[in-house]
């Protein structure tokens, strides 16, 4: 049951569901994230696991996460798979999608009221400066709230539910999610608005390996290939190269009082 695959299992579904969602796609590993702890019952969030491999013993999620599913080729791919079955999208007010590497280091309330603040479409918690892997445009800026951009990266990005909705169909376009940020930029056009916010931030635990990293091992073992899934949402696109850049600055304030 508990393994990657073209469908998916549901196990648990909330009967009450809170205002936002936070969707994991895990493993049997630790995660540095909701592991071993469920946060207070006073929040507006619903914790989804999406397990694609047998949950570690201590994972507390297994039993007590308000939703549970199984399968799906990869997180996005489960993603969609999971809302076409429940109509959940059609629900919350908003869906952040983590990968299970990523540590988050800010209440997820705060966060959601930040976007919705700033009319967030799209938008993902800044890098901390220690990832050795992120790129310039998602690490942290010092001195900034927010960036408004047209981009956030498939790693945990943020969906507020109109575009969510609008976006569904292109979740299965790239089993890798190589490309997916980029073909949800080309359609932000000038309807839609996305950041990366600064305030909020969240730290990479590992660093990815596109040779032997296990991920990468699985999409060769089922003939996927990230560069030619990539090549092919740019072609859609008729984009390419998809330039990736910040449009507005909101700088952080301070007070000094006499």
């Not at 648990?12 to 995660?31: E, N, T, W």
């Not at 507006?44 to 996460?65: E, G, K, S």
């Not at 799906?72 to 999971?82: L, N, P, T």
């Not at 660093?207 to 990230?226: C, K, M, Q, W």
Request: hydrophobic fraction near 40%.
């Amino acid at each position: 049951m508990f393994e990657n695959s073209n469908d998916i299992q549901l196990l648990s579904v909330p009967p009450d569901p809170r205002r936002y969602l936070i969707l994991i796609r895990a493993g049997s590993k630790r995660r540095p994230s909701f592991f071993s702890e469920i946060p207070e019952e006073e929040r507006q969030y619903d914790l989804a696991v999406n397990y694609y491999a047998t949950p570690h013993p201590d994972d507390i999620l297994r039993n007590r996460a308000e939703i549970v599913f199984a399968g799906g080729r990869s997180k996005m791919h489960g993603a969609k798979r999971f809302f076409e079955a429940t109509g959940l999208h059609n629900i919350y007010e908003g869906v952040l999608f983590l990968d299970d590497d990523i540590e988050i280091l800010f209440n997820p309330d705060a966060f959601f009221a930040i976007c919705d603040e700033y009319s967030l479409d799209l938008a993902q918690p800044a890098l901390t400066p220690d990832c050795v892997d992120a790129m310039g445009l998602t690490r942290e800026h010092p001195g900034l709230k927010l960036r408004i951009t047209n981009w956030v990266e498939v790693m945990a990005p943020f969906f507020r539910r109109a575009f969510l909705k609008e976006m569904l169909h292109s979740f299965d376009l790239s089993i890798s999610g190589w490309g997916l940020d980029l073909y949800w930029g080309h359609h932000l056009a000038d309807r839609w608005t996305a950041g990366i916010v600064d305030e909020f931030l969240m730290r990479h635990t590992q660093v990815s390996n596109h040779e032997t990293g296990a991920f990468y091992s699985y999409l060769r073992s089922i003939g996927v290939d990230p560069y030619e899934e990539m090549k092919s949402i740019l072609t859609m696109i008729d984009t390419n190269p998809y330039i990736a850049r910040p449009i507005r600055f909101v700088y952080r304030t301070y007070s000094f009082r006499a």
